[in-house]
């Protein structure tokens, strides 16, 4: 077979496996429905915990809980599944608030945190203070 034709015959066959992934749902980002899924998800995995307010993104990819006192609930959607994490004092390497948006870093080579858009400022805030506030408790230890 000629290397021309065998080009081909890979590009060809590369591009239906990606089609038939997509096609299949493969590249659906989940969504959450609510904050009341939200907590359901997070308990799946952390069932003995307390949750509090919560608050979605704008485009419901992900949802943050409030646990008490310099803790914090994520859920985020990673494809069509979800991934949780409790954010603790020395999670928190950097935090940035724009209008409506926080960019979060963490210390966790697993999940280094995002961008999150908010549907109002208000929300926005409200996430950033709890978590301006365990980054002050990192700083005090």
């Known amino acids: 077979m000629s290397l021309p034709v065998?080009?081909?015959?890979?590009?060809v066959g590369i591009a239906l496996s990606v089609a038939a992934?997509?096609?299949?749902?493969?590249?659906?980002?989940a969504t959450l429905a609510g904050a009341d899924q939200a907590r359901d998800r997070f308990a799946e995995d952390f069932p003995d915990e307390k949750t509090g307010t919560v608050?979605?993104?704008a485009d419901r990819h992900a949802a943050f809980l409030e646990l008490g006192p310099a803790?914090?609930?994520?859920?985020?959607?990673?494809?069509?599944?979800?991934?949780?994490?409790i954010v603790t004092p020395h999670d928190i390497l950097a935090l940035e608030v724009e209008g409506s948006a926080v960019t979060l870093r963490m210390d966790?080579?697993?999940w280094?945190?995002?961008?999150?858009?908010?549907?109002?400022e208000a929300d926005a805030r409200a996430v950033a203070a709890a978590l301006r506030n365990?980054?002050?408790?990192?700083k005090a230890a």
Not at 21 to 29: A, D, N
Not at 134 to 138: G, K, L, P, T, V
Request: glycine content about 12%; proline content about 0%; some cysteine.
């Open 6 to 11: 065998l080009v081909v015959l890979v590009v």
């Open 21 to 29: 992934v997509h096609f299949t749902g493969g590249s659906i980002t």
């Open 55 to 57: 608050r979605l993104t």
């Open 71 to 85: 803790r914090s609930g994520i859920v985020q959607s990673i494809g069509d599944c979800f991934l949780t994490r």
């Open 108 to 110: 966790d080579f697993t």
């Open 112 to 120: 280094k945190g995002g961008r999150f858009a908010f549907a109002n």
């Open 134 to 138: 365990q980054d002050q408790i990192r």
